[in-house]
C-alpha cells in the first residue's frame, strides 16, 4: 500500500533559524496536504498542492509540490516560538480516496 | 468558526470492557472520516463515511471496531472488548468538496482513550 514518509522526525532550531521538512510518497500523488498539530491539540489543515511543480507560500511557511508528483518540502523562514508543533504531510493518490499521513516532524523553537 | 465536536475528550477504561466516541461534524459537511493517532506518529484512517454509507473500512479492526452514521450526521465509534493496544488519540474529521475540487479536512479535538 501507499507509504509516505518524513524527514527529520525531530528538529531543534534557534528562534530565527530556518527550518525545513521533506516528504515523500511510495506512489504518485493526486495532490498533498500539510497539517500542523500543537502540543496537545489536533491537526489542523495548512494548504493543498495540487500541480507538479507548484510552489506556495504562507507568510514565512513555503510549500512545494515535485515535478514527479511524489515529494513535497515546507519550510518556515526565520521560525518562532509560534511554530512550535510537529508537522505532517499527508498525500492522495486520487481525489477522494484516503488520505495517507507521514509520521510528522517535531519542531521545537529554542527563544 | 464551525467546529467539529466529539466526545467525551478523554476516556480511561478496563481491557474487555466497552467504548464509544461520538462526532458532530460540521454542519453540511457530507464525508466523514474517524482516525486513530499513537503517540508520536501520523493519524491513520480507520473508517470514512459519505453521508450514511461506507466509503472505506479497509484498515477498521472489524472484529473488535464498529463505527455508524444512521442519519448522515452526527457518528458514533465503538470499541468493545477494549484491549491494551487501542490506547490513542481518536480523532474525527470532516471534509467538504469546494466547487474547485479542493477537500480540507476539519479535525476535532479528539478522545484520547487509556485502556489498563
Known amino acids: 500500500g501507499q507509504q509516505v514518509m518524513q524527514i527529520p522526525q525531530y528538529q531543534h532550531v534557534q528562534e530565527g533559524e530556518d527550518f525545513t521538512t521533506y516528504c515523500n510518497s511510495s506512489?504518485?500523488?493526486?495532490?498533498i496536504q500539510w497539517y500542523k498539530q500543537r502540543p496537545g491539540g489536533h491537526p489542523v489543515f495548512l494548504i493543498q498542492?495540487?500541480?507538479?511543480?507548484e510552489v506556495k507560500k504562507q507568510k514565512r511557511l513555503t510549500f512545494q509540490f515535485g515535478e514527479a508528483k511524489k515529494n513535497s518540502s515546507l519550510h518556515i523562514t526565520a521560525t518562532q516560538t509560534t511554530d512550535v508543533g510537529t508537522y505532517f504531510c499527508?498525500?492522495?493518490?486520487?481525489?477522494?480516496?484516503?488520505?495517507?499521513f507521514g509520521e510528522g516532524t517535531q519542531l521545537t523553537v529554542n527563544p | 468558526e464551525a467546529e467539529v465536536a466529539q466526545s467525551p475528550r478523554y476516556k480511561i477504561t478496563e481491557k474487555s470492557q466497552a467504548v464509544a466516541f461520538w462526532c458532530d461534524p460540521i454542519?453540511?459537511?457530507?464525508?466523514l472520516y474517524w482516525y486513530r493517532q499513537i503517540l508520536g506518529q501520523g493519524p491513520e484512517l480507520l473508517v470514512q463515511?459519505?453521508?450514511?454509507?461506507?466509503?472505506?473500512d479497509s484498515q477498521l479492526p472489524k472484529d473488535r471496531f464498529s463505527a455508524e452514521r444512521l442519519k448522515g450526521v452526527d457518528s458514533t465509534l465503538k470499541i468493545q472488548p477494549a484491549e491494551l493496544g487501542d490506547s490513542a488519540m481518536y480523532l474525527c474529521?470532516?471534509?467538504?468538496?469546494?466547487?474547485?475540487?479542493?477537500?480540507?479536512?476539519?479535525f476535532g479535538p479528539g478522545t484520547r482513550l487509556l485502556v489498563l
Open positions: 454542519s453540511g459537511h457530507a464525508t
Open positions: 498542492l495540487v500541480k507538479s511543480g
Open positions: 506512489t504518485t500523488l493526486s495532490n
Open positions: 463515511f459519505q453521508d450514511e454509507s461506507v466509503v472505506d
Open positions: 474529521a470532516s471534509s467538504l468538496v469546494t466547487t474547485r475540487g479542493q477537500e480540507t479536512q476539519y
Open positions: 499527508a498525500g492522495q493518490e486520487t481525489s477522494g480516496s484516503r488520505l495517507t
